[in-house]
Structure formats: C-alpha cells, structure tokens
C-alpha cells in the first residue's frame, strides 16, 4: 500500500493535481480574508463556487441571455475569428520560414524585419487593416492572423536552420534533390519548432482576437469583457470570461501538443 | 589477391587550400598521389590536421580540391556521387530522429527510387547482417550509441555502394562494440566486395582492418607512406598479440613525419 | 610548369563570383546591406505613397513618415513621459518576473518529483490570453494605494512578471537538467557536492536556456505592458496613448507611438543582443 503510494507520488500528472489544489485553496483562503475586509468582495476575488454557481444560474444578464449563455455565444463569434486567424498565421508563417530558408537573399533580407514585426503594436495597425480589408470581421480575423504570424515563422526557421551539416552532407552524398532534402530532412527536422511557436501563438491569437472585439462595439467576448467592467451587467460574467478565456488558451495548446505527439511517434518514451 | 588489380580511385597531386580567420591560406592537404584498387581496404591514417578527413572529403565530392583532380572509375567524383555510388559513414551517426531504424536504412534507396517492397526487404537485409533485425521499429533514440553506428552502417550499405567512404566511424564508441563492428565490418566488406576508404586515428584498428595503410603527416597535411599490412585474412582478433602485427604497427608509427607522434 | 600557372589561373577567374559569395567578409556584410535595402525600398514605396494604392488606404489612416516623424520630434516630451512609464512597467516585471522564474526552476530542479509538476502549472499561465489576467490584477491593487497611476502600475507589473516568470522557469529548467551526458558523472567521479555540482555544472549550463528564455520574454514584456496598459485605470503607456488616439481618430499621433513602440522594442532587443554575445563568449 505504502509503495503504490509512492508510485503515486512519481507520477508527474499527480504533483500537476497538488499544485493546482495548492492554487485553489489559497484562492478560497484569500477569498474569505477578502470577504471579511473588502466593500464588494466579489469585484476582486470572489469564492470559487460563486463563479461556478454563476456559470449555472439562469438569471438574466443581457437581454434574453444568461451570463454562460452570454459567454459562450460571444465566445464563438470571437473564437472563430481567432481561430480562422490562427490558422491564417500558422500557415502563412510556415510558408514564409520555408521562403526565406529557400532563399538566402530573401532569408538575409527579411530577417531583421522578421523580428521587428513582433515589436509592432498589431492593435495599432488595426484602423490601416481595416481601411484595406473594409470589413471589421475580416480585419479581426487578419489582425490575429499577424500575430500568430509571427512566433511560427521565427521558430520554424529556427528549427530549419537547427539541422546539423553532417545531415546535408549525408543527402549531397545520396545526390538528393531539392525538394527531396526539403521533404525528407527540412520539413520534418523543423516540426517540433513549429509546434512550439504554434503553442506560443495560440494565447497570442486569443488576446488579439478579444482585443479587437472592443474596436467596434457589435458583440464578442471583447465588447463582453468591457460592458462587465464597467458594471452594466453582473461582475460575475467578467469572472466567467476570465476563466473561460484561461481555459481556452490551456485547452488549446493541451490540443496543439497532443497533435504533436499524435504525429510525431518518435517522442513517445519507450 | 594482387592477381586482378583495377584501379577504382586516383588522385594527382592533389592539394586544399584554406582560409584562416585572418585571410590567409593553410594548406590542409597538399600533393597527394594516392591510387585504390577495386575491392581494396584502405585506411587513411594521421593524427588531427592531417588532412585524412579533407581527402575524403575530396573523394566524396563534398570539397573541392585546390590543386589536382580525382579519378574515379575513369570520372570526376561529382559525376560519381550523381551516380550515387558512394555510401558514407560519418563519425557521429547521422540518424533521422523522426524514422525508425528500417526508414533511416531505406532513406537512400528512397532517393535512389526503389520501390517499397525492395526497400523494406533490402533494408531488413541489411539490419539483420548488422544484427538489428530486432530493433526495426525503434526509434534512434531508444537506441544506444554502438546500435546507432550499426544503423548508420546498414544504411551506408543498404544503396549497395561501389565505395564506402568512412570518416572515423568507431573513435566514438567503446572497445568492445568497436572490436564486434570490425568483424561485422571486415565481414560485411568480404561479403560484398565493396571498396572501403577507412579514416582513422588508431593505429592498430587501421592495421587490424586493411590490406593498405596510407600514413598522413601534418603542417602541411601530406601522404608519407603507403604500408602494406601482409597479414593472412581472415583474421582472429588474437592477430594483435601476434609480432607481425606489431611490427607492422611500429612500421607504421615510424612512418609519420614531423616528429613522433 | 608554365601549363599549371595558366590552368590555376583561368580556375580563379572562372570562380570569381563564387568567391565573393563564399568571402567570409561579404557574408557579414550581407546581413546587414541587404536589409537595408529591403528597409530603404520600404521607405520609398512608403513615402511615395505606392503603399498607400497598393492598400488602397489614404495619407490620414497611414501617414507619411516625415509627418510621423515630425509629430515625434512636436510631441518630444509626452512622448518620453509615455516610453518612460511602458518601459519601467516591462522592465520591473520583465526583472523580477524572470529572477522568480528562474528560482522557481531552481526549486524545481531540487526537487524534480513535484517542481515538474510545478512547471506544468506554471506553463499553463503562460497560455493564459493576458486580456485575461489584466483586468484581474486591476481589480486586486484597488486598494494598495490612493494614487491611481501607482496602483496601475503595480497590476501592469504584476502581469508582465507572470508572463515573463513562466517563460523563463519553464527554459532555465530545461537548463538545469539538460546537462551533457557525462558531465553528471564526472561530477560524480570528482566526488562532488551536490553544491559544487551546482555551481560547476547547473549553473553554467543553464545561461544560455536564460538568454533563449529572455530572448522571448524581452519582447513579450513590452508586448504585455502594451497590452494591460489598455485595460489600466490611469491613462499612460505608449499603448494606451495608440488606443486613445485612435479611438479619437488622430491617426498620424497614433502612428507616431507605434513607431515609439517598435523603437523601443528594438532599442532593449540589441541591449539584449550585446549582452548576449558578451556573456554567451565562452560557450562557444
């Protein structure tokens, strides 16, 4: 009995489970030595089983809706669109590494450009985006789109330029092709980098596409976020949004690292 | 053995310059008139800056030389590595991560264009005169070092190459599996009859394995002696206890130029 | 004789351009003259308005960079005061946050059975959306002070250090126990301490993971001040400023703070550069 305990204990998903209770009870406890001092507790840390009663209660917050239903329908416009962005992104800065690994020219000329983007307030562009698409959804969708553009295509070129010269050697010996040393060496050398960055966008794309909700006020999780804020409807429904959105940004890169390791078998233990 | 002997590579006056940091030229190999037999096992020996790796290099078409050509079957070694007759050992086992030992095996005869039911056969033939067969599905990193350099040496065979070009391909691993890949080796080689250019360091493992040692000196790197090694094959591994061998090892040693070394 | 001059001759002529190409000193030279043409291109196509048609967008959305450029030197003092107040919130978070990173990966590595799981929970908060914590951390420095730009300051802070806190504990952890194969047993052999093994091996070995840690998080940092300066209570920050003028539509000011904004991402990037290649000499 002792021994599975302590086979328990070297499981590495068990010390996740003891740190998130840690988490979780020093929120209750901060939470009841908030509520005993502060005006409107809830405004800063409300109980746990507050927000979950919350998720649950069917009270009307905004209209015909109930503060989940309020979240979650804005949640899919939003999502969608961060979605679609991040997608937009990942591919477009997959290509764009493998362009400037193709081309030393365009590689050697970009470079510096590449890393400037990142620096790039994309709300900023937001207005030019706009005025260039003419749509304010296509824009959402662009704007979260850039910003997942950009951690792909740095690590992905990152990974392209890790591949050892023994490796090239080996495939110049064999006469390989081009694309067959993109094929065969390149591309799959350079996978598990672009998973990372995709794990780095996915927050990225989160952030941006809830940030340009408030651009215009038509709905989302955005406009959501900063009507509860400044209290036009239950504090409750910006605890939800918080904690839907972490949820979301941890589910989506559990997901990204279970694609991974789905197509990467290699990096299973034995 | 000297009844048929074609010749399958030449080198005339062969020379690489490079550059240092500061611009200016080293001469890392210079003047080398070297001539390998078909079916020959030769080992290309010398301590570090010899030039022995930059010699193969030059055989492989992986450097061009500065001075003098190569010959290879009558053609520059461009057009025989287009050919794809070279197979090629590094000294670290330059193994695909994401490939399993049988795809790492079969990557060159991908490029070569066989087809998939030949591939796999071949690939598995070569894995189990490696002594791999077990080990197929495995990935590289659940393989040990001397399993690795095993792999890589199925896979420089599995092309079924004219010449096999070794660049120091045991310095890394540990003398037992060192003296198991020798047999393997010297077995494989009679086997099939391929021309092995051997690079090493270690006297009595270039001694053990060839029918010729070329000794290497360095600054500037240039071809001092050819030895020949005229030891009975096969040979046991007690031949390194026998005079003879140590004879040849101490020819050898005397060889180089430059001071002992 | 005469024969093998000509030939090494007409093969220098031949490979002249190749020369060039492989010349050591081109190589460097490359890397910075082809992306200043790729920049001076930019500019012109900028400032004769070719951009503009190609986005079909007007001068007044995407102004010219001399009118850029003179709204900065106009606006020279509020501009510093705004880079002043972004840069000291990523700066004091992007310290202490990677400090608490980096001791948390310490603790980690001491303790490999639960820091592991630690580093989990820690790299979940880094896929946390910052949109998310912002507003959070506003609501909890309400009450740490009166003045509304000290307590903004402090929740703006506090979410740049938890994002540059988990980037960097996630990647000095990785340091702290991705040694080469064999050094721990040749620590072992030297019958080191465990402190010695520390000091000898750990430590050196993980300041290369500190700078691959901080060259994500000095950017990031700057990009979280960026971005919870628009959730803040007290209006300050390049960031905020973009928000606020673009919302008044005063497009070429806005423009003018973002290109501050990349200024200054540039300007702590080749601090970053710098320091790297000097502490990284040795590894090399």
């Known amino acids: 009995m002792r021994e599975k305990m302590l086979n328990i204990g070297n499981k590495k998903w068990f010390s996740a489970v003891f740190w998130i209770l840690l988490l979780l009870i020093i929120w209750e406890i901060s939470a009841i030595v908030v509520a005993n001092t502060k005006r409107i507790p809830e405004n800063i840390l409300p109980h746990l089983y507050q927000i979950i009663m919350a998720a649950f209660s069917g009270e009307k917050v905004s209209g015909e809706l109930s503060a989940s239903q309020a979240v979650l329908t804005s949640a899919g416009q939003t999502l969608l669109r961060g979605f679609l962005g991040f997608i937009l992104g990942g591919v477009i800065g997959f290509v764009f590494a493998l362009l400037m690994k193709m081309s030393n020219l365009l590689g050697k000329m970009l470079f510096p450009y590449l890393m400037l983007i990142q620096l790039i307030p994309v709300l900023g562009l937001a207005p030019i985006i706009l005025s260039i698409t003419g749509d304010i959804n296509v824009s959402r969708v662009v704007i979260a789109a850039i910003l997942s553009f950009y951690p792909v295509a740095t690590n992905t070129l990152y990974g392209f330029k890790s591949v050892e010269k023994e490796k090239y050697d080996l495939m110049y010996i064999y006469a390989a092709k081009k694309h067959e040393i993109y094929q065969k060496v390149l591309i799959p050398a350079a996978m598990p980098y672009f998973f990372i960055g995709l794990k ?40 939800l949004i918080v904690f839907f959105s972490a949820f979301i940004g941890i589910i989506i890169s559990k997901i990204i690292g279970l694609i991974e390791t789905a197509v990467s078998p290699w990096k299973r233990r034995p | 053995m000297s009844e048929e002997r074609n010749i399958e590579i030449k080198t005339r006056q062969l020379g690489v310059t490079f550059k240092d940091n500061e611009g200016k030229d080293v001469a890392a190999l210079t003047g080398v008139n070297l001539e390998i037999y078909k079916g020959e096992f030769i080992t290309l020996l010398g301590p570090s800056g010899c030039g022995k790796t930059t010699l193969l290099r030059c055989i492989a078409d992986l450097q061009k030389p500065s001075e003098g050509d190569v010959h290879i079957q009558g053609m520059t070694p461009k057009e025989v590595r287009l050919q794809k007759k070279f197979g090629f050992v590094f000294q670290q086992p330059v193994l695909f991560d994401w490939r399993t030992v049988k795809k790492n095996v079969e990557l060159p005869m991908e490029i070569m264009g066989y087809s998939k039911g030949e591939r796999s ?34 896979r420089a065979f599995g092309l079924d190459p004219d010449i096999l070009l070794m660049d120091e391909p045991f310095s890394a691993l540990d003398e037992f599996t060192k003296e198991k890949l020798h047999e393997d080796l010297v077995r494989i080689w009679k086997a099939t009859n391929k021309t092995i250019l051997f690079v090493t360091h270690n006297i009595q493992e270039g001694v053990f394995l060839s029918d010729r040692v070329c000794v290497l000196s360095p600054h500037p790197g240039r071809l001092s002696a050819i030895v020949d090694i005229d030891i009975e094959r096969p040979r046991p591994v007690e031949v390194k206890e026998s005079t ?12 180089f130029e430059g001071g002992s070394v | 004789m005469e024969d093998k001059v000509v030939l090494k001759k007409m093969g220098r002529r031949k490979k002249l351009r190749e020369r060039i190409r492989e010349n050591p000193k081109w190589q460097k030279a490359s890397t910075v003259i082809l992306p200043l043409i790729f920049g001076i291109i930019l500019v012109g196509l900028w400032q004769g308005q070719v951009l503009h048609r190609l986005f079909h967008t007007d001068t007044f959305t995407l102004p010219l960079l001399d009118k850029i450029g003179s709204i900065m030197a106009d606006n020279k003092e ?35 059975k639960f820091g592991q799981g630690g580093l989990a929970v820690i790299g979940a908060f880094a896929s946390i959306p910052v949109v998310a914590m912002a507003p959070v ?44 194969p064999y050094a721990l047993d040749l620590m072992a052999i030297y019958a080191s301490s465990r402190k010695k093994i520390f000091f000898k091996l750990r430590l050196p070995n993980s300041i290369p993971y500190v700078f691959s840690a901080l060259k994500v998080s000095v950017p990031a940092s700057i990009m979280t001040a960026i971005v919870s300066e628009y959730f803040a209570e007290y209006i300050t920050g390049v960031g905020r400023q973009i928000r606020e003028n673009i919302v008044l539509a005063q497009y070429s000011t806005a423009w003018a703070y973002i290109a501050t904004a990349c200024l200054i991402g540039i300007f702590a990037y080749a601090i970053l550069m710098i320091l790297q290649s000097i502490f990284l000499k040795r590894y090399h």
């Not at chain 1, 809830?210 to 006020?217: K, M």
């Not at chain 2, 894995?127 to 495995?138: C, I, Q, R, S, T």
């Not at chain 3, 730009?149 to 702290?176: H, P």
Request: hydrophobic share 45%.
């Open chain 2, 244 to 255: 003879h061998f140590n004879e040849l090892v101490t020819k050898v040693r005397n060889s």
């Open chain 3, 78 to 112: 509020k501009l510093l005061e705004n880079t002043f107040s972004t840069l000291q919130v990523s700066l004091m978070g992007l310290v202490i946050g990677s400090i608490l990173g980096y001791l948390m990966a310490l603790l980690a590595s001491f303790f490999p």
């Open chain 2, 121 to 154: 056969d071949r690939a598995m033939e070569m894995l189990e005169m490696v002594g791999l067969k077990d080990f197929a599905n495995h990935y590289p990193n659940q393989l040990s070092g001397g399993m690795q350099q095993r792999a890589n040496i199925a």
């Open chain 3, 137 to 180: 951390f506003n609501n909890w420095t309400k009450d740490i002070s009166r003045d509304a730009s000290f307590r903004s300051m402090i929740s703006k802070t506090i979410v740049v250090m938890l994002i540059c806190a988990a980037d960097m504990g996630l990647n000095a952890y990785k340091g702290l126990t991705n040694l080469k």
């Open chain 1, 200 to 239: 780095i966008a996915a927050p990225m794309a989160v952030t941006a596409s809830i940030l340009v909700d408030t651009l215009q006020g038509d709905g989302g999780l955005g406009c959501l976020l900063s009507q509860s804020l400044k209290h036009a409807m239950s504090i409750y429904t910006f605890w």
